[in-house]
Structure formats: structure tokens, C-alpha cells
């Protein structure tokens, strides 16, 4: 007789949800999480933060109300750290009381520590006090989720040259930043720091950036960036970071050096298994701190599930809780249906990304014809009112049997407005649904109208003309 019918090691949202839904089959339920770090990284140092941060940006600049009131209008002329970080506090402290207060209502037992295999049933949980405490469980769920990756060719100093966890301990706003790495989280800070009105330089070893959005998406934040005065330097490597008094000099491989008070290097996350003992488990991961698992979320030994970042792409909160809910119930033989609807993506940069299903250039590599049809926000009445001229949504369209192939929304709300889209695709429906829908008006809803008239039209045409 083990402890628990289920322990969870980690927090996140990947974890607390496993660990939720375990505890609604009335199942015996533990977390084991670090005293400081309830919530994980998601709420301490990752999603909630960042967002929370972006969101202070915005009010406080004023950025995205500058088509109406001029490009020199601001809601607060000196902006401080302190004024950005009091908003983030606030949030995380009330996100940490709700984390506690559902695993807590919900009967799952808080195991405050870290914790280590001894064994394929069995961990040790340090509670950092010298203490150690032995817990047993029929099925362990790894919800560690990952930490920035540190190269050893840059010396960081969580000061003036940070990754983006270091974010929130910077004392000042800085004049000039250098971003090491163009993916989602080094884009969302360039963009952030940005309106700030830092002068920023990206440089990313790729030739373009988040290759797995739309092209067409990516041009038009380019240009919004640039707009913000963003360099970038794509085709270069940040070979290593020199720290001076008054700030950093990155070199690049190239041979240029570029001065700025900080240095963010973004270079993708690390998994947290390194002090998990994984070996006593049988377990083994990647160089990258990954752990393999199958459809079930299952690791190669059956009765451990790995849920969230920790098992790599797509590592998203969104999906982590997903992954979390249905490792749980497959664990405890609870029917639970694995949707076969492409799940979104969300980019909070300044302005957002957001998109769902499958690219232009994916369809056309694989000779899936498509129509596009489109809806620009300068064309919507709420796009004027918004003060938001650059937005766009796009839907890609099966000429065949005019389903979804996917929908790709740039600009304000953008990460909200997809889900009208995935709702759709989620229910088999057609573009004439959209054609035929009411929406309210004005909205930026409206969009999907716009561009589903755009579509059919277009349908139409080729129709006509093919007699």
C-alpha cells in the first residue's frame, strides 16, 4: 500500500491540473513543490509575469493608442521598474493564492521541497531544511517543467547580462538591449522593451524568425518592430558577452561588437530533471533535459507520466493543462478523448500573433489546395475605434469542402479572436457558417465575416470562370 494513488513532482499548470483531476476521481493526491515556487514557473518567473509585465507596458506607454492621440502621446513620461513590477507582484501573490486555494479545496496534499527518485515508486523529498521525507505513489506524474538554458561561453550575471528570468530583477529600464535569440520569448521582450523605448537589437543565427508562423505574420511584426526602432541580425551568432562597468559589448561570430547597457540571452529552455534522480526510476533524459513519452504522456516505465515543458514542443500552459488532465485519467483507466483539433498558438508580443491549423507554406508543400480570404482591422468600424490600422486576420480555406484549414490573426486581440476559428475547425464546420453568422457589431469579430466573404468570393470566381 503506497501513500498516494498519485504524486505529482511540479506545480505548473501541467501538473496542478494532473493533480486536479486526479483528486475529482477521489483519488489519493500530492504535489511536491518547492516552498517559494507554488504555481511553477508559469506563475513565478514565466507566463504570468511576462504577461503581466506586457500589459503594464501597454497602459503605461500608451504604444498601441498612438494612431489617435500622436506618436509622441504617453500616459506616464518616466516609467520605472518599480511602476512595471508592482503590477507583476500583485498578480503572481493573488495567482499563488489561487493555485493553493484549488489544490487545497480539491483535498490534494502540498509536499513542500524537492524531490528525487529512490526508486521506481519511491522519492525523497528535501525540504531544504535538512529534513528528508520518504513518500511513495502508484503513479508519479514529472511536471518540472524547464529553466533558461545558460551557454558557458556567457557569464551571466542576472544583472547586465540576463536571461529572460532575470527580467524581473532589473533595477532600471535600459537604454539599448541586446536579445540573443529571435524565438517566441526573445520577440516578446524585444517587443516589450521596445515600446519602452529601449533601442533593441535582435540578433538570431536563423534567416527569419518564428519560422512556424505564417510569413506573411511574421513580415508585418517586422515592420512593426522596426517601427519601434528594433535592429535585427539574422544570420549571426553571439559568440560570447563581455561585462564592463557600464553595461555589456556581445561579440558575434562575425567579428561586430555591439554595446548595450543589457545583454538578454533567450536560447531556448533547459528541462528541470538534472536532480531528479531519474536513473532510480529507470528514466533517462535528453541533452536538453527532455523525457520521451508516448500518446498517453506515459515514460518508458508505464506507471510514470511526464506532462508539460518538460516533455518539449509545444510547451505551452495551455497545452501542459491538457497534457496534465489526460495523463491523470489515463493513469486511473478514465475515458478521456485526445482532440484531434489543432490546438492554438499565442505569441504575446507587441502586437499579438495567434493562429491555429496548418501555414501557406505547409499546405503548399503538401499540394493541400487552399483559398485565402482575408479581413483587415482598418477596415472594421472597431478597428478605427481601437485606434488598431495594421491588424489582420487570415483564414485558410479547403476549396473542396470549404472547411477550416487554418486560421492566422495578427494585431490587437489576436490571441483572444482565434478561438472563434478553432471552435469552428473543433466542429467540423464550414466557412459558410461564417458567411451566414451574426456578429455583433462593431467588433473585431466581425473579421472572421469579412474574411470568410473574402474567400467565397474568391471561390466563386474560379467556379465561374471554370464554367
Known amino acids: 500500500m503506497h501513500d498516494y494513488d498519485l504524486l505529482v513532482i511540479g506545480s505548473g499548470p501541467g501538473g496542478q491540473k494532473a493533480a486536479i483531476a486526479a483528486a475529482k476521481l477521489d483519488r489519493r493526491v500530492a504535489v511536491v513543490e518547492r516552498p517559494a515556487m507554488l504555481g511553477g514557473v508559469c506563475v513565478n518567473t514565466g507566463t504570468i509575469p511576462s504577461k503581466t509585465l506586457r500589459e503594464a507596458i501597454l497602459y503605461l506607454t500608451g504604444v498601441d493608442q498612438r494612431e ?91 544583472k547586465t547580462i540576463i536571461d529572460s528570468d532575470g527580467i524581473i530583477h532589473l533595477e532600471r ?115 536538453r533535459g527532455r523525457i520521451p513519452v508516448d500518446e498517453f504522456f506515459r515514460t518508458q516505465v508505464p506507471h510514470i507520466y511526464a506532462v508539460g515543458d518538460v516533455i518539449g514542443f509545444p510547451a505551452l500552459a495551455a497545452t501542459s493543462m491538457e497534457q496534465g488532465r489526460l495523463a491523470a485519467h489515463h493513469a486511473f483507466g478514465e475515458p478521456a478523448r485526445a482532440t484531434d483539433v489543432p490546438q492554438p498558438i499565442g505569441i504575446y508580443s507587441i502586437p499579438e500573433i495567434s493562429f491555429v491549423g496548418r501555414t501557406e507554406d505547409q499546405l503548399t508543400e503538401a499540394c493541400v489546395p487552399f483559398e485565402v480570404g482575408v479581413s483587415r482591422y482598418r477596415e472594421l468600424a472597431r478597428g478605427q475605434i481601437v485606434g488598431d490600422s495594421y491588424g489582420v486576420l487570415k483564414l485558410l480555406v479547403s476549396p473542396e ?67
Open 173 to 287: 529600464v535600459p537604454r539599448s538591449m541586446v536579445v540573443a535569440g529571435a524565438g517566441v520569448i526573445g520577440i516578446e521582450y524585444a517587443s516589450m522593451f521596445a515600446a519602452l523605448g529601449t533601442k533593441v537589437t535582435v540578433v538570431e543565427r536563423r534567416d527569419r524568425m518564428l519560422e512556424f508562423c505564417d510569413e506573411e505574420v511574421v513580415e508585418a511584426l517586422k515592420f512593426h518592430l522596426r517601427d519601434l526602432a528594433v535592429t535585427f541580425r539574422f544570420g549571426e551568432t553571439v559568440a560570447s558577452v563581455e561585462s564592463h562597468p557600464e553595461g555589456a559589448i556581445a561579440l558575434l561570430r562575425s567579428g561586430k561588437k555591439i554595446p548595450a547597457d543589457t545583454v538578454l540571452y533567450s536560447a531556448g529552455r533547459q528541462g528541470m530533471t538534472g536532480e531528479l534522480g531519474l536513473d532510480a526510476a529507470g528514466l533517462a533524459a535528453d541533452d
Open 401 to 467: 469542402n470549404r472547411k477550416l484549414l487554418g486560421v492566422h490573426v495578427f494585431g490587437t486581440g489576436a490571441t483572444e479572436l482565434v478561438h472563434i476559428g478553432q471552435a469552428v475547425m473543433g466542429c467540423g464546420g464550414t466557412i459558410d457558417y461564417l458567411v451566414d453568422a451574426v456578429f455583433n457589431y462593431p467588433t473585431l469579430a466581425e473579421s472572421y465575416k469579412v474574411a470568410a466573404l473574402d474567400a467565397t468570393n474568391k471561390m466563386r470566381a474560379v467556379t465561374r470562370m471554370s464554367g
Open 68 to 158: 489617435i492621440y500622436g506618436q509622441s502621446y504617453q500616459v506616464k513620461d518616466e516609467i520605472t521598474i518599480a511602476d512595471l513590477t508592482a503590477r507583476t507582484t500583485h498578480v503572481v501573490t493573488r495567482e499563488n493564492d489561487v493555485v493553493r486555494s484549488q489544490l487545497t479545496r480539491n483535498r490534494v496534499a502540498i509536499i513542500p521541497g524537492t524531490a528525487k527518485f529512490t526508486g521506481p515508486h519511491e522519492v525523497e523529498v528535501d525540504d531544504g531544511g535538512g529534513r528528508l521525507r520518504r513518500v511513495t505513489a502508484d503513479n508519479i506524474v514529472i511536471a518540472t517543467g524547464t529553466r533558461p538554458a545558460r551557454p558557458d561561453s556567457v557569464a551571466f550575471d542576472d
